[in-house]
């Protein structure tokens, strides 16, 4: 358009010129028919070099590496250039396009979900993607050069709602690779009609409410509390029952020497004799005795019988 309008605006220079030329060429004075014979040559100059000059610039472009140059004429795609220096009609117009891996980063507001009981979860998210250079020209002409706004936006967004609904709170944080895989499946499925490549998805964080949070940590708290609790239970229980074995083991050694003293005892009774009894007495006194009185009629200084109880 700016060649276009170029073009036209030299013309009109040129046209005024030449008219003035033709002016003074038709004087009588010699020295004006000389001077516009000067100006008709200098309107042609100046159209030549003007256009020329314009079309010339017009025409080279240069398209960066990693980008596509896609090319309109009066508004229409009419066809692409590869990168590097290029020449095209002055008429038309290059637009870049972008075919190296591109990173979008979502925050958590724009990907807001829900849990399966309906609790907030805000992901965020970097999704990197690529759009196949052969086709670009088509994504231009049936989405437009906005088409991450309108074709990949809105997907992230409601896949994420789609896979979050499907856990528990508790559970999303756990499964967040298989959220991750099941959202970058669908996409790749999706925007491979349209030649974008996804390459690949990231997932940066996952978060919930200040008041769930709270909420799940105090449950936490709650229940590290009663195992604690519950160990402590344990331990006293196997503490008494290891006193009860203790003292049930002790009951039965002291059972079993009184009844080895009660066998000891009736053996020991059984085998008492008077004449036993004497020796035993004489083995105690031993040499220690230094005179003895012996009763009339005894022949020792106790009756044996007299030790049976009566």
Not at 28 to 39: C, F, K, P, T, V
Not at 46 to 68: D, M, Q, Y
Not at 289 to 304: C, E, R, S, T, V
């Amino acid at each position: 358009m700016g060649w276009i309008v170029s073009v036209v605006f030299a013309l009109t220079v040129s046209s005024v010129i030449f008219f003035v030329a033709r002016l003074l060429s038709a004087s009588r004075n010699a020295s004006e028919r000389q001077a516009g014979s000067i100006l008709r040559v200098v309107s042609f100059a100046v159209f030549g070099l003007w256009v020329g000059g314009h079309t010339l610039l017009a025409s080279v472009n240069t398209v960066p590496a990693g980008n596509i140059g896609v090319v309109y004429r009066f508004g229409a795609i009419v066809g692409q250039v590869t990168e590097g220096l290029t020449f095209v009609a002055p008429w038309k117009s290059v637009s870049l396009a972008n075919i190296q891996v591109q990173s979008h980063r979502f925050n958590k507001n724009e990907l807001a979900s829900f849990s399966a009981e309906t609790q907030d979860v805000f992901v965020e998210a970097t999704l990197n993607i690529r759009v196949s250079p052969g086709t670009i020209q088509e994504l231009y002409r049936s989405v437009g050069p906005n088409y991450f706004d309108i074709l990949i936006r809105p997907r992230v967004a409601q896949n994420f709602k789609d896979e979050t609904v499907k856990f528990k709170s508790v559970d999303i944080a756990p499964n967040r690779e298989t959220i991750r895989t099941n959202v970058t499946g669908r996409l790749k499925t999706e925007l491979s009609n349209y030649s974008i490549e996804v390459v690949d998805l990231l997932l940066d964080n996952i978060d919930f409410r200040p008041e769930f949070k709270t909420s799940i940590e105090n449950k936490q708290i709650a229940t590290q509390n009663a195992l604690e609790e519950e160990q402590r239970v344990q331990v006293s229980k196997y503490k008494a029952e290891q006193q009860i074995k203790q003292a049930e083991g002790e009951g039965g050694a002291i059972l079993a020497v009184a009844e080895k003293q009660a066998e000891a005892n009736t053996k020991l009774s059984a085998s008492l004799t008077p004449e036993l009894v004497q020796y035993a007495l004489i083995q105690k006194l031993g040499d220690q005795i230094k005179g003895m009185i012996l009763p009339a009629g005894q022949n020792f200084i106790l009756d044996p019988r007299s030790l049976e109880q009566k």
